[in-house]
Nanobody, 117 residues
Framework: QVQLVESGGGLVQPGGSLRLSCAAS????????MGWYRQAPGKARELVAT???????NYGDSVKGRFTISGDFPKRTVYMQMNILKSEDTAVYYC???????????WGRGTQVTVSS
């Protein structure tokens, strides 16, 4: 059984920074892609950023230039540095990792990020 556990969420003022982490445990598998998604109240879950095992990154338009994703694939850990946070970044952030080959995806339970003064 695979578990993804996120950490690093919290309350921060507008303009501040947070760093999220997510680590996978359980059955060993090769990861093809790691990423972060978020869901704000009343809204659909959306892509924040993804990174592949070949280091290709992709970002949602609203976070480009402010967020940076990085990953340690052998350690099955993904990070996201979030800078210049805005109130509209407030959401539950979910970690996602997908298997290399068949693309089967695992999700974490989420960590709350609240940007407010």
């Amino acid at each position: 059984q695979v578990q993804l556990v996120e950490s690093g969420g919290g309350l921060v003022q507008p303009g501040g920074s947070l760093r999220l982490s997510c680590a996978a445990s359980g059955s060993i598998f090769s990861i093809g892609q790691m990423g972060w998604y978020r869901q704000a109240p009343g809204k659909a879950r959306e892509l924040v950023a993804t990174i592949t095992s070949s280091a290709y990154t992709n970002y949602g338009d609203s976070v480009k230039g402010r967020f940076t994703i990085s990953g340690d694939f052998p350690k099955r850990t993904v990070y996201m540095q979030m800078n210049i946070l805005k109130s509209e970044d407030t959401a539950v952030y979910y970690c996602r990792m997908s298997r290399a080959g068949n693309g089967y995806a695992y999700w974490g339970r989420g960590t709350q990020v609240t940007v407010s003064s």
